[in-house]
Nanobody, 116 residues
Framework: QVQLVESGGGLAQPGGSLRLSCAAS????????MAWYRQAPGKQRELVAR???????NYADSVKGRFTISRDSTKDTVALQMNSLKPEDTAVYYC??????????WGQGTQVTVSS
């Protein structure tokens, strides 16, 4: 079983920055794609950004140019640098990972609140 643990959420002012990190306990399972999702109150969970083993990235249109996803495949970690934060970025952010042997796994989520 793969376990994902997020850290780095919190409160930021509009225009500010936060960095989320996620560490995977892969237990010898190979992890392929890693991603960040978010879920705001009353809304469906949505993809924020994803990154392949080769480093190819995809972003939701709403975060392009502001957020950057990165990973260290040797350590099974993924990070999300969030700049120019907006109140509409307020949500619980979830780390997600996929692999051929275990399917997919979710982290427990970390709260990000953008407010003045």
């Amino acid at each position: 079983q793969v376990q994902l643990v997020e850290s780095g959420g919190g409160l930021a002012q509009p225009g500010g920055s936060l960095r989320l990190s996620c560490a995977a306990s892969a237990n010898m399972y190979r992890i392929t794609v890693m991603a960040w999702y978010r879920q705001a109150p009353g809304k469906q969970r949505e993809l924020v950004a994803r990154i392949t083993p080769g480093g190819t990235t995809n972003y939701a249109d709403s975060v392009k140019g502001r957020f950057t996803i990165s990973r260290d495949s040797t350590k099974d970690t993924v990070a999300l640098q969030m700049n120019s934060l907006k109140p509409e970025d307020t949500a619980v952010y979830y780390c997600w990972a996929a692999g051929p042997a275990f399917g997919s796994a979710w982290g427990q989520g970390t709260q990000v609140t953008v407010s003045s």
